[in-house]
């Protein structure tokens, strides 16, 4: 997978900047797109994905065959209706962390822009993998749900690191605090189904 950030990213990055309709200095213009440009030099997309049948349980939801179960009425909840998912880690490298380590020493302003355009860049890289899923199962996708959301607790982290050989497949290792490196990655799971399933309501 190839990810490349552009223009049409930056309405995202700036929101990650905190920004919300307020008037852009040309200088945070510039930096932006400096930011942009750097990033893309410094992308490198380690990731591995996996579909596991899913079940529903007093405590949460079952992962078949993977001996364990994401706990907590939130995920139930963002999974109800579905009986397959989606299980992914996707990083952008760790070259990303670095590179934002040395900006913030040289030019602060840039090693922030930086770090949000690696949001973003991760963001859109599961989207892609998302769409591209799509494509490869014919099925639909929902929105993705990562340990630490709601209540599915953060310790979740290692289960998704086991069953995703995430350290082999991508690169990608944890802490004891379940904290994950690289930095600017991504652990997630999303339903699968023929037809897509508001999850809105």
Do not use: W
Request: hydrophobic share 35%.
């Amino acid at each position: 997978m190839n990810i490349q950030l552009d223009l049409s990213d930056r309405s995202e990055i700036l929101r990650y900047l905190g920004y919300r309709g307020s008037e852009i200095t040309e200088v945070v213009e510039d930096t932006l797109r400096e930011g942009i440009e750097l990033s893309n030099k410094l992308i490198k997309i380690g990731l591995t994905y996996r579909f596991f049948d899913i079940k529903e349980r007093d405590n949460g939801i079952e992962v078949v065959g993977a001996n364990f179960t994401l706990t907590g009425e939130s995920i139930k909840k963002h999974l109800k209706g579905y009986d397959e998912a989606l299980f992914l880690c996707l990083t952008i490298g760790s070259a990303f962390d670095r590179e934002v380590e040395k900006q913030m020493v040289k030019n602060p302003t840039l090693a922030v822009i930086l770090n949000a355009c690696g949001i973003q860049a991760v963001e859109k890289a599961c989207d892609t993998l998302q769409r591209e899923v799509e494509e490869e199962t014919g099925l639909k996708s929902g929105m993705r749900f990562s340990p630490g959301y709601g209540d599915l607790p953060l310790s979740t982290q290692k289960d998704f690191i086991r069953i995703l050989n995430t350290e082999r497949l991508a690169g990608v290792t944890i802490n004891e605090n379940y904290l994950m490196n690289p930095r600017k990655t991504v652990t997630a799971v999303a339903g699968l189904k023929k037809e897509a399933i508001d999850e809105s309501v």
